[in-house]
């Protein structure tokens, strides 16, 4: 089993920016990748950004390429996700997610293991 735990959401202003952090536990070796997805109200849960531990290559939603970052502390087993340029409609529960298999880091069903889901409120 593998345990995620998100932190750092919360209320900012549009064009502010914010960090949020994704720390894994367990048995963490079987982990292939991290990924974050985030869930607006009325809305499909959808994928933003994810991380691939064994070669460290990142993926990115169209929608955010250019104004967020993935990035992983290997010695925390900690991967964050950092936005910048924040618009009210990236309101969201953000959720972090890992998986244990190969397959695509864009589509949903592939991961594994999710967090309990941060929220991310973004005012005008």
């Known amino acids: 089993q593998v345990q995620l735990v998100e932190s750092g959401g919360g209320l900012v202003q549009a064009g502010d920016s914010l960090r949020l952090a994704c720390a894994a536990s367990g048995r963490t070796f079987s982990i292939y990748g991290m990924g974050w997805f985030r869930q607006a109200p009325g809305k499909e849960r959808e994928f933003v950004a994810a991380f691939s531990w064994g070669g460290g290559t990142t993926y990115y939603a169209d929608s955010v390429k250019g104004r967020s970052t993935i990035a992983m502390d290997n010695a925390k087993s900690t991967v964050y996700l950092q936005m910048n340029s924040l618009k009210t409609e990236n309101t969201a529960v953000y959720y972090c997610?890992?998986?244990?298999?190969?397959?695509?880091?864009?589509?949903?069903?592939?991961?594994?293991?999710w967090g309990q889901g941060a929220q991310v409120t973004v005012s005008s």
């Open positions: 997610a890992a998986r244990v298999t190969h397959g695509s880091y864009y589509t949903r069903g592939t991961y594994r293991y």
